[in-house]
């Protein structure tokens, strides 16, 4: 079983479309995903109790909830024959949290949208990762998501610059595209759309998905990224005491 992490403090960076998407791509496949939700927005839960009885099944454990009547280790259980555990995080996570969260995962997501605000708390949150929850880099369990770009702007130049300097892959990125949009309002992944209007987007998936079957500690593909952000011109501002951090 297999346990994948969507986090970043950063409210809006596209966490729940990353982890619904994920755990449509993984019921396609036959794996028997579970969608873990600790959002106490409920997004993702949301989202799969729009899905019709034909699709393939996706279990959701609401982990935002408490439940007084039984045990928290009982109420985040999974079925046995769970193939991919994908969870969703709410955003504000304090970095006292991160180590929990990271202890039993085996890849970790970290979406960014290309903002200044959004290149800054990135970077708090790498930080955070790499030095109080402990997350080694050679482990290859950490990727960055380049997320709703939208490529040829100086701001998505000035966002593969600065990943290129965290020495962490970046995994995917994502184009800015509605198809999103209507899978979330739909109860559809990707995949579960008509194939002729998201094949763009499911190209740009593969990268992710391919990082994602690597077992831990294998090579990750930093070199592709940091020659793709060598090609921006634009620089773009990481704090002093984080780019210490990060080196």
């Not at 449509?24 to 799969?48: C, K, T």
Request: proline share 6%; aromatic share 4%; hydrophobic share 40%.
């Amino acid at each position: 079983m297999q346990r994948i992490l969507v986090l970043n403090p950063k409210g809006g960076s596209g966490k729940t479309t990353v982890a619904i998407n994920l755990a449509s791509h993984f019921a396609q496949r036959g794996e028997r995903p579970v969608l873990m939700d600790y959002d106490r927005q409920g997004s993702a839960g949301h989202w799969i109790k729009k899905r019709k009885p034909t699709q393939p099944h996706i279990g959701l454990v609401s982990a935002y909830e408490n439940s007084l009547r039984s045990t928290r280790s009982f109420q985040l259980r999974v079925p046995e024959d769970t193939g991919r555990v994908v969870i969703d995080t709410p955003a504000a996570i304090s970095a006292q949290d991160m180590p929990e969260l990271t202890r039993t995962a085996d890849k970790i997501l970290v979406p960014v949208l290309p903002s200044d605000i959004d290149i800054h708390a990135c970077s708090r949150c790498v930080q955070n990762l790499l030095l109080i929850a402990k997350v080694q880099r050679e482990d290859n369990r950490l990727g960055i998501i380049a997320n709703r770009v939208r490529r040829n702007t100086v701001i998505y130049q000035s966002l593969t610059r600065f990943l290129g300097t965290l020495g962490i892959p970046i995994v995917a990125t994502l184009r800015d595209s509605q198809n999103y949009v209507r899978g979330a309002e739909q109860g559809l992944g990707l995949e579960e759309m008509k194939s002729y209007q998201v094949a763009e987007d499911l190209v740009q998936w593969q990268p992710l998905l391919q990082w994602l079957d690597q077992p831990r500690g294998a090579a990750a593909p930093v070199a592709a990224a940091a020659a793709a952000a060598s090609e921006a011109e634009p620089e773009s501002e990481v704090p002093a005491d984080v780019a210490a951090a990060l080196a």
